[in-house]
Structures are given as C-alpha cells and as structure tokens.
C-alpha cells in the first residue's frame, strides 16, 4: 500500500481501544486472559452471529472470536521475541513477581533483558492458549525519544500506579500441576 500525499495530517486517534483475536476456544481463553492477565469479560452485542467473547482491563479491550475453521489457526511452541505480540507494563520494579505468578499458574515464559546505556528493560514472554505470544516488561525504564519534532501531548505515557507487587500477587490461584524447577527460565503451561 502507498500513501500518496504527504503533508496531510496523521488520523484523529484518541486511544488504542481493542485488539481482536482468533481462538480454538473461548471459553479456554476467556479463562487464560481472566486468571493470567486480570482481564474481566464485558457484555457484547448479541446481534454478533458467531462465538466471541470481549474483555476489557488498562483501558483497553481484547475481542475473542472463535475461529470457524481450527486448522488455520497457527500453533506455536517456541517463545520468539521477534514474533507477533502484545506488551503489558508491570506495575513492578522488576518481573521477579510476574514470573513467580506464571509460576504458580503453570504457565511457560522465557526471560530477557534489553540494557540501553546502563537502563536495563526485563522482560518476560509466553503463549496463550492458541499460541499467540504476550509481553510483560519493565518497558518504562526506557525514555520515549521521539525521532523527529512531535506535539509534546502525543508522547505522554498514561501514569501508573506503583503497587506493592509481593502483596498482588499473593493471591495467585493455586497451580493445575505442580511448577517445574524454579530455577530455570522456562516453565510448563497447564492453562
């Protein structure tokens, strides 16, 4: 696609309001993205004549959609940085916390950290229950340095809310089965 006139003015967004998602399983995934992610299931137009679900958390929306033919769903094993994926902030100084709820939950991550003069970026990733990879970092540490002269309003990061992160995530659910070794960076997933 080529865009033909330069100088006309970006589109009038105000915020990022859902992405969408094909899944094997809503009910598997509406599971997933509630205990993993603490997203909670909002009503949806019953005029949709296909399976769905919509959940919404940080102000945004995921919207689940059953895929009407399974096979073309691709399924990933291996977790690639480099691959597709959605990022989500941690409200901690590091993902120590995040892992350890991964732990608990069963779910297989992989760990990586990004260093940028002296800042370090950590980061974990794993998969939902159809493959498609999530990103949970400590992206924050990192100025946003725009490349060329910009609004100063179109760089504001929403503002977060510092929790007490050993406190969240006490309550992580019990796991299906036992965690592998917590030594290592890369765990089974029961969910």
Known sequence: MEIK????????????????LLCTSVTKSVEFYERVLGFVPIK???SFDFDGAWLF??????????????????KKKEINPKDYHMSFQTACQDVDDIAECLEKLGVRYERFHVEENGIVVEQIF???PDGFMIEVCTCDNLPVVPLKPVPETSMDRPNHINLICSQQYMHCPAPAIPCGNSSTSEHQTSI
């Open 126 to 128: 794993f998969h939902d």
């Open 5 to 20: 006139e330069y100088g006309v003015s970006p589109l009038p967004i105000s915020a990022v309001n859902h992405i969408s």
């Open 44 to 46: 949806r137009p019953r």
């Open 57 to 74: 958390k940080f102000g945004f929306g995921i919207h689940l959609i059953e895929a009407p033919q399974l096979d073309h769903l691709p």
